[in-house]
């Protein structure tokens, strides 16, 4: 009886530890430091527009990518969360103002349809 309780005890925890793991598969990247300067001195990193950023601040760009600038360089995730499994008579929309996804019916966009996975 104890090995039974324990061997499901494990098996629960190796499922939430796989959960977890699949819904943190944020895209992230570090870009190299392309050192902006002002004054004649280092004064944060430029992005790929040329927009100097002082050195430890955040930004969002455009694509929804969360940004943050270092001495190290430019290190972006992504801020939104994709939907990858759904029902096949449904569509997954992306909002770039609110940097999120609806997935809805492709006959109706007024309905919305359960996500079953997401990755982000």
């Not at 870009?31 to 001195?41: C, D, I, K, W």
Request: hydrophobic share 35%; aromatic share 12%; charged share 20%.
């Amino acid at each position: 009886m104890w090995t039974l309780l324990t061997s499901k005890t494990i098996l629960a925890c190796l499922l939430v530890l796989a959960i977890n793991v699949l819904l943190s598969n944020a895209a992230s990247f570090l870009r190299p430091q392309l050192q902006g300067t002002s004054g004649g001195y280092i004064a944060g990193c430029r992005d790929s527009k040329g927009q100097l950023h002082e050195f430890y601040s955040y930004w969002r760009t455009d694509n929804c990518f969360d940004c943050f600038c270092s001495t190290d360089g430019i290190d972006c995730w992504s801020s939104f969360v994709k939907p990858v499994v759904y029902d096949e008579k449904c569509v997954s929309i992306f909002n770039k103002e609110t940097c999120t996804y609806k997935v809805v019916e492709k006959a109706d966009h007024s309905k919305e349809c359960p996500v079953y996975q997401r990755v982000g």
